[in-house]
């Protein structure tokens, strides 16, 4: 079993498979083919991190385990931060191990409009998998603490349904740093669970291995190259190249893996069309009493019950104070004195299932470029959202909320709360994330509308195949995480059984 | 160009009765952690931004002078109204000098200490670096 990060001199390997990316998609994918018994390298453009290593502070989150330091922005009507994992293990190293069954509508949808079928029983299978894999399951009353508490309290007083989320976080302590990663090592997140399968295979991992290209020659891939880089620096090292013999598998990211297939030399009309996401916002509760909201599960509270009227999806989020310093308004004493409040705030987040659909390209030096902005429906979506989020928290006690978005005063009172339903649709006027990026490289039956075809082969090349979120059509209104491994998981399996 | 950084940093987070404000100190240890680590196109958004606040008093307090110059309380009200100023690309530069403060400022030890946290450790490295076999 070898591991290889960073190194100064050239590096040539041959494998029968080579995984680009580690995360949900890709270390699945390389735990599957090499427990098929396939010698496989996975390559991960972050460094490897073991819990013990993961950083205390956000700043260090940022440079450790963050793409670009989580400072990549659309480029669109407004500026919105993309926020990507870039570590071994990926995503779900910093993600909240928050497990969703792939919605059935999906399969339909992808099935009338698209001509996807076939998939949703393999993918479900693989689900059931999973989930036993990563010991899935809800969080706890004694891990909630009492913020997700108030939003559980909260949203039954306003009456619509919602759950403690459930999660791949066995033993979880409620330390309230899923966002950093738990340096406990309670999360089940794929660079403890599936990168230690490939080395125990004989595989390869390489860490801090940014992919330039992959190479084809005749119409095959046969393999990929880059240049390792220093995890603290950034500065560039020696060369690798790995050889495929069978298949390169790209699961770098939806928006990395349609800029390496752009900067490979694959053309097609639909490569870097239909990205899409999941544009995330915050409403912050000021409580009589201390909410603490970094002590319990980081995100132990869910509801779907917005997810296909109006469309969103709401979460709890704890975020520690050097975060909500630059999510307040305003600067100077008025932002200090609004900071006093820190410990009786609750955070609670929205994920919009944006129909709006965007583009990524590689840009200068071949970075993706990423052009998204928000139409009127999905802002609409965003302030019944917002609103929605702000009566969860009167109904559970709060004095005040503070709505974010310019136009509105700083907070409201629970008579202001449908003042909300007046607020700005500029997306300038709001704060907002990227995160559950999808689409780019996107799957479908029709050989001109679809990058990639139903079981995730690229039109055009030979032996490659995209495992990660590139591939998904649609928005899925849900976290993405169970439904990348598990699509990831059914195309490998596939894959293996007509031989590459 | 550190001293300019430093100061508009520490313009966002003032000492309150309430709350520490950001030392300086702190300030530096996260400008000398930029400096090492941080890819380009952070440390020049952190740069512009620095900028864009020391010379645009005119437009938030109407005054033609650096905010390096104004009184304090000038300082403040400077601070916040350029930080919700409607020049949306203007905002944006002052975001990520506002951004990057409070990471500064929320990590410091008193502050954390005031708002019932423990003090944050030093962040350890990857122990993974390097050719390895595990």
Same mark, same amino acid.
């Given at each position: ?22 995360? &949900? ?31 205390? $502070? ?37 993600? $909240?191990?928050?497990? @969703? #069954? ?60 919602? /759950? ?30 599936? +990168?230690?399968? @490939? ?11 940014? +992919? ?29 190249? @790995?050889?495929?013999?069978?298949? @390169?598998?790209?699961? &770098? ?29 915050? $409403? ?59 410990? /009786? ?30 139409? #009127? ?15 969860? /928290? ?93 699509? $990831?998981?059914?195309?490998? #399996? ?7 | ?8 940093? *520490? ?38 931004? %620095? ?20 009184? %304090? ?5 400077? %601070? ?29 030890? *008193?502050?954390?200490?005031?708002? %019932? ?18």
């Amino acid at each position: 079993m070898t591991h290889r990060s960073a190194g100064v001199r050239p590096t040539h390997l041959s494998a029968d498979y080579v995984v680009v990316g580690s995360g &949900a998609g890709g270390a699945i994918a390389a735990a599957e083919l090499a427990r098929a018994g396939a010698r496989v390298a996975l390559i991960e453009a972050g460094a490897w991190r073991q819990p013990q290593d993961l950083p205390h $502070s956000i700043l260090g989150t940022f440079g450790a385990t963050l793409d670009q330091w989580g400072v990549s922005i659309t480029r669109g009507r407004a500026l919105w931060p993309i926020v990507q994992g870039r570590a071994v293990g990926g995503g779900t190293v910093v993600n $909240s191990a928050i497990i @969703v #069954r792939t919605p059935a509508d999906l399969f339909e949808r992808w099935s009338s409009e698209l001509g996807i079928d076939g998939l949703a029983d393999a993918v479900w299978a693989a689900q059931d998998e999973i989930e036993a894999e990563l010991e899935v399951g809800p969080t706890q009353p004694d891990q909630l603490g009492r913020h997700n508490a108030l939003a559980l309290a909260g949203a039954a007083a306003a009456g619509y349904p919602s /759950h403690p989320t459930v999660r791949a976080t066995p033993g979880c302590a409620g330390a309230g740093t899923c966002l950093q990663g738990c340096r406990r090592g309670h999360k089940r997140s794929a660079d403890l669970v599936y +990168v230690p399968q @490939v080395l125990d295979a004989g595989g390869w991992v390489l860490s801090n291995a940014p +992919v330039r290209r992959v190479l084809v020659q005749g119409g095959k891939a046969v393999g990929v190259a880059g240049r390792f880089i220093d995890p603290i620096t950034g500065r560039p090292g020696g060369t690798f190249r @790995v050889d495929a013999d069978k298949a @390169v598998i790209l699961a &770098a990211s939806a928006a990395h893996t349609p800029t390496l297939l752009q900067r490979s030399g694959v053309r097609h009309p639909a490569l870097g069309e239909g990205f899409r996401a999941h544009p995330g916002t915050t $409403s912050f509760g000021i409580y009589p009493d201390p909410v603490d909201m970094v002590q319990g599960a980081s995100q132990g509270w869910a509801s779907t019950a917005f997810r296909t009227d109006p469309g969103y999806k709401l979460e709890t989020l704890s975020m520690p104070p050097e975060l909500v310093a630059g999510r307040l308004m305003g600067g100077g004493k008025a932002l200090v004195d609004r900071l006093a409040a820190y410990r /009786h705030m609750a955070c609670f987040v929205v994920g919009i299932r944006a129909e709006s659909v965007g583009t990524v390209r590689a840009g200068w030096g071949g970075a993706p470029v990423v052009r998204y902005t928000l139409d #009127r429906a999905d802002m609409e979506r965003a302030r019944h959202a917002i609103w929605t989020l702000a009566r969860t /928290h009167f109904a559970a006690g709060a004095e005040a909320v503070v709505p974010g978005v310019v136009g509105l005063p700083y907070s409201l009172g629970p008579d202001q709360v449908d003042r909300i339903l007046q607020a700005s649709l500029d997306p300038r006027h709001w704060v907002a994330i990227l995160s559950h990026l999808f689409g780019g490289a996107v799957m479908g039956a029709d050989p001109q509308r679809a990058v990639c075809d139903p079981r995730g082969r690229v039109r055009g090349v030979r032996g490659l195949l995209v495992v990660d979120a590139a591939v998904i059509p649609s928005n899925l209104g849900v976290n993405p995480q169970h439904t990348i491994m598990a699509l $990831s998981r059914t195309f490998t #399996r596939r894959l293996l059984e007509e031989g590459a | 160009m550190r001293w300019i950084l430093t100061r508009a940093m *520490q313009a966002f987070f003032p000492h309150t009765d309430a709350l520490p404000g950001l030392a300086e100190e702190a300030a530096h240890a996260h400008l000398d952690r930029l400096d090492a680590e941080a890819p380009l196109l952070f440390r020049l958004g952190l740069i512009a931004g %620095a900028l864009a606040f020391t010379l645009s008093p005119l437009l938030t307090v109407g005054l033609p002078l650096p905010s390096l110059w104004l009184s %304090a309380e000038r300082l403040d009200l400077h %601070a916040d109204r350029a930080a919700s100023h409607p020049l949306y690309l203007y905002k944006m530069l002052i975001f990520t000098l506002k951004m990057n403060a409070g990471l500064a400022w929320g990590a410091q030890d *008193q502050v954390r200490r005031a708002l %019932a946290l423990a003090p944050l450790p030093p962040d350890p490295r990857t122990t993974l670096a390097g050719e390895v076999t595990p």
